[in-house]
């Protein structure tokens, strides 16, 4: 018997759990999308918050983001405005200590710089923030004028211990890889958050993005007053709530920001994010931990069905002639099943004009996650672990695009 021979039902056993993985994850997003449901909120909940953005050399977009928080629709006396400043050396200091002499915000600034967010947030929310609740945003990110509103709704519940909003790609017009980027915003932060909060509770774990959340401060006092000691401090805060049993919530707030470009950035972005993540995330309950993130490994699961596409299609050209391999068609059935669900989802969320991009988008991001997913995982012995590097290569963090909130 030959090396073949022997490998052969191991290969097809392999095969056959891959098909059963990927129909697992395909099933369970199309509940997601079933179970989309963007709840209505009571606006009559109006405690004292406090507004806050982070800042590292952000110059270019720091005065659009302090504007936009002054344009809140929110009782002005009930509100405060913080940045808080990572010691950047660009002219953010001198944009906000103007603004603060004119008393319009509060501005924290460290004596040295972080290599990560966290310390600087934790110190800046003990230090000077005196709201009941905290909103964070990134400095590039555009929010709707009702979004502090809308956000602090939730917590009307007691047993909520954090509020995630809706992100959108602002820039998604640059060119077709930040109309990926839409898609992928679209469905990771808006269609899978709201589909597990939809018309039921599918899952208990829901992950805060940074770009656009909330805390109730006893949560964070319930956590130590700490955010963590990683870069992905978001991702850290959600799991430690998790663990103290308190509700993470979501709400129609919506926000537009600015998102990587090209491969280039996308690559520094995604290392620096799978090198901490996984960790993070295996410290949740195991059932939880796989509902809750098999929706976000669509498109790798996408890309390798993609594969098998061309032999797929041959067998259904010459099927009259040859015997049908029926594992290898059910590969091909759950891609198209998955294209399907997306469009159903991007319509869901009034974003059809993405729809064209649906099947690109599966093939270039789910290529590009999974690499980068290997890449840290096989290699995170010999790679050294990322601080905060900058997006770009230029003097500022963001690009400082315009954004656009259609």
Not at 122 to 148: H, Y
Not at 165 to 180: E, L, M, P, S, V
Request: glycine share 6%; net charge positive; proline share 3%.
């Amino acid at each position: 018997m030959t090396v073949m021979e022997l490998a052969s039902p191991i290969l097809s056993l392999l095969r056959y759990l891959a098909t059963a993985l990927l129909w697992a994850i395909v099933l369970w997003s199309f509940l997601i999308v079933l179970n989309y449901k963007n709840k209505g909120v009571d606006n009559n909940f109006l405690p004292k918050i406090s507004l806050m953005t982070y800042a590292w050399q952000s110059g270019n977009v720091i005065e659009r983001k302090i504007c936009n928080f002054l344009e809140q629709e929110y009782p002005k006396d009930r509100m405060e405005i913080i940045v808080y400043d990572n010691n950047s050396i660009d002219e953010t200091e001198k944009i906000c200590r103007e603004y603060e002499k004119k008393g319009l915000i509060k501005y924290f600034r460290t004596e040295r710089h972080f290599e990560f967010k966290a310390p600087v947030l934790d110190e800046a929310i003990d230090a000077v923030s005196t709201g009941d609740f905290i909103l964070f945003t990134d400095p590039d990110g555009v929010c709707e004028r009702t979004w502090a509103r809308k956000m602090i709704q939730p917590f009307a519940d007691n047993k909520v211990g954090a509020v995630v909003g809706a992100i959108h790609c602002g820039n998604y017009y640059r060119n077709i890889f930040t109309r990926f980027r839409a898609i992928e915003d679209e469905w990771a932060t808006n269609i899978v958050v709201f589909g597990r909060n939809g018309t039921i509770r599918l899952s208990r774990l829901n992950l805060i993005s940074g770009a656009n959340y909330a805390l109730r401060r006893t949560a964070w006092e319930s956590v130590g007053k700490s955010h963590g000691e990683s870069i992905v401090e978001d991702i850290q805060m959600g799991v430690r709530l998790y663990g103290k049993k308190w509700i993470i919530e979501s709400a129609n707030a919506n926000l537009w920001q600015e998102e990587v470009e090209g491969p280039k950035e996308y690559l520094r972005q995604r290392r620096r994010w799978y090198q901490f993540t996984n960790d993070l995330i295996g410290k949740t309950h195991r059932i939880e931990r796989f509902l809750g993130l098999l929706p976000l490994t669509l498109q790798s699961a996408m890309f390798l069905s993609f594969l098998y596409i061309p032999y797929s299609v041959g067998l259904l050209i010459s099927g009259l002639n040859m015997e049908i391999d029926w594992g290898r068609l059910l590969l091909f059935s759950a891609f198209i099943l998955g294209n399907i669900l997306l469009a159903i989802g991007l319509k869901k969320v009034g974003k059809t004009k993405l729809i064209p991009y649906v099947l690109p988008y599966f093939i270039v991001d789910g290529a590009l996650q999974l690499y980068c997913f290997l890449e840290v995982r096989l290699g995170h012995v010999f790679v050294k672990r990322s601080s905060w590097p900058k997006l770009t290569d230029g003097k500022y963090y963001h690009v400082g695009t315009p954004i656009r909130t259609d």
